[in-house]
């Protein structure tokens, strides 16, 4: 399984980026799609994921993201995208994609987030 992300960057308070996710390889039967952040010091946390049950997608997401940050997916292209408003200092960390298929956990490679004025 291979996920390229892309997007990502640097963006004042306020601002918005998107991050956008594809998987590839053998990816039949994918549960979960999603997106993690880890910032310096600090621990790998859930930022948004979708889980599959079935035809239908359901998204969770942080606490800290809610109402700023919307995830999304496209079933048949296996792709997932974050996007991300009203961005705040706190929101740096390199974000992470990740899916998980029959039990196991694949992960990106990381995308840097920096808000910062």
């Known amino acids: 399984v291979q996920l390229v992300e892309s997007g990502g960057g640097s963006v004042q308070p306020g601002g918005s980026l998107r991050l956008s996710c594809a998987a590839s390889?053998?990816?039949?039967?994918?549960?979960?799609m999603g997106w993690y952040r880890q910032a310096p010091g600090k621990q790998r946390e859930l930022v948004a994921a979708i889980t599959r049950v079935g035809s239908t997608n359901y998204a969770n997401y942080a606490d800290s993201v809610k109402g700023r940050f919307t995830i999304s997916s496209d079933n048949a292209k296996n792709t997932v995208n974050l996007q991300m408003n009203s961005l705040k200092p706190e929101d740096t960390a390199v974000y992470y994609c990740?899916?998980?298929?029959?039990?196991?956990?694949?992960w990106g490679q990381g995308t840097q987030v920096t808000v910062s004025s």
């Open positions: 390889g053998s990816i039949f039967g994918i549960y979960t």
């Open positions: 990740k899916v998980a298929i029959g039990g196991l956990d694949y």
